[in-house]
């Protein structure tokens, strides 16, 4: 996917026309332990001989939310001829509360319009643990989830312990909501708000209404990353969850899933809306789930 975005930007008249004589940054959300990063470098390596772009001049970026994680890369011997060739660089990132990026190695920032060249975003397996909003239509009628969230024991000497995760009960109410729910999106309440316009227009004279997540979490993540090149960008992500809307026929709680942590499935259907929305495209796997 990457090489093919890389030969149409590099064609004549290209729509998002990339500059081989400035930096590509290829920035992963979630990094965890880098072995994705590691392979994905190699996989560039062998791509040089037959890509226009030239390999010197992307920088392939990790980030993490935590330190451990970014120590751990810094350290490990099979990603320090990356790092020390500058094709690989690493930040300690918070994807939903951020807003710059700082490199460890070069000590570049990552800023609004700060890179010429579009930007490749990576998110494997993360927007599934970032922030949801929960909503329902209703015979007709838009409403947001309300989540009230307890233990299934009636007391809990250490409310800190980790353990109570496994022991989670949330209750639901929903309530009337307009369409202008989001209004302090710094800029992309219209764009979220066309979301909630698709789904309550898609919904509205089903019977049996429905039930959906908006992945806002990731959608604020994603609104940072591409700004830093001025709205040029590709994203390239793989989680648990659905690009088809009739998945979310039916009034039904969201269903969570806990394995040390918590997380939901993600609605790749809205985020393919929202880049719609802003003008750009998307392209689901033909795989629905």
């Known amino acids: ?35 994705f990063s590691y392979f994905m470098l190699k996989a560039l390596e062998e791509m040089q001989a037959v890509c226009e772009f030239p390999l010197q001049k992307i920088v392939y970026v990790m980030t993490d939310f935590t330190e451990s994680n970014f120590k751990f890369w810094r350290d490990h011997p099979s990603l320090k001829p990356y790092f020390d060739r500058g094709i690989l660089d690493a930040a300690i990132f918070d994807a939903v509360n951020d807003e ?20 490749c975003i990576v998110a494997n397996y993360l927007f599934d643990t970032l922030y949801h ?8 009628v838009l409403k947001e989830g309300l989540v009230s969230t307890g233990s299934k024991h009636e007391e809990e000497p250490d409310p800190l312990e980790p353990d109570i995760i496994g022991r989670l009960d949330n209750h639901y109410k929903y309530e009337p909501i307009d369409v202008k729910y989001y209004d302090n ?13 698709w789904y309550w227009e898609y919904f509205k004279d089903n019977e049996q209404g429905g039930s959906f997540l908006v992945p806002i979490g990731a959608l604020r993540a994603l609104r940072r990353l591409v700004a830093i090149s001025n709205e040029q960008a590709i994203v ?11 998945h979310f026929v ?5 269903h969570i899933a806990v394995h040390g942590s918590f997380s ?26």
Request: with cysteine; aromatic share 8%.
């Open 1 to 35: 996917v990457l090489h093919g975005f890389l030969r149409d930007s590099m064609a004549k008249g290209a729509k998002m026309p990339v500059d081989p004589t400035k930096p590509l940054y290829i920035i992963e959300l979630g990094t965890g332990s880098g072995k």
């Open 100 to 119: 710059k990026i700082t490199l460890w190695k070069s000590g570049v920032v990552l800023d609004v319009k700060s890179c010429d060249n579009p930007v």
């Open 133 to 140: 909003d929960i909503f329902q239509v209703d015979q007709g």
């Open 185 to 197: 999106e710094d800029g992309d309440e219209k764009h979220i708000e066309n979301i909630l316009k």
């Open 236 to 246: 390239i992500s793989g989680d648990k969850g659905n690009n088809n809307p009739d």
């Open 250 to 254: 039916g009034l039904m709680d969201p």
């Open 264 to 289: 939901l499935m993600v609605n790749y259907h809205a985020i393919g809306t929202y880049f719609t929305s802003k003008g750009g495209f998307c392209l689901h796997n033909y795989q629905e789930e």
